[in-house]
């Protein structure tokens, strides 16, 4: 797998510099920029164009379903967006998919689980364009 290029926004600057450092330990990713809330997410994703974001839901401002969907609105249909959360996401399930939401991650982050989250989403998606052709 190439070098993903990712973005990630967390107002838990604790958390967001912690998830910074686990992702940069690993050879296959490379953050290419951080947020601590969904205003500054949203300008960072046009900014850095990166091939995934990860966001937490709850951010102030901007909560991360409603940044995912303006991001996916202006640029980002192709971009991988998975929200993170310590807290069950099934009631807010059908909003963040309708906003363009490609998947979840719990709190605690694991790498292993990110992993195959993104090989899940490529997966997808190159059946989706097998599909098409």
């Not at 164009?49 to 996916?72: C, F, N, Q, S, Y």
Request: aromatic share 6%.
């Amino acid at each position: 797998m190439a070098e993903l290029n990712i973005a990630i926004a967390d107002d838990n600057r604790q958390a967001l510099e912690m998830l910074g450092e686990i992702l940069e330990g690993e050879k296959d990713y490379r953050v290419v920029g951080k947020a601590e809330n969904g205003d500054e997410a949203y300008k960072m994703i046009l900014r850095t164009k990166p091939d995934v974001v990860l966001m937490d839901i709850v951010m102030p401002g901007m909560d991360g379903i409603e940044t995912a969907r303006r991001m996916k609105e202006a640029c980002a249909k192709d971009v991988p967006i998975l929200l993170m959360t310590a807290h069950d996401w099934e009631e807010l399930e059908e909003d963040a998919l309708e906003a363009g939401i490609d998947g979840f991650l719990a709190k605690p982050f694991f790498v292993a689980v990110f992993k195959e989250k993104i090989l899940e989403i490529m997966g997808e998606r190159n059946l989706e364009s097998q599909h098409l052709d």
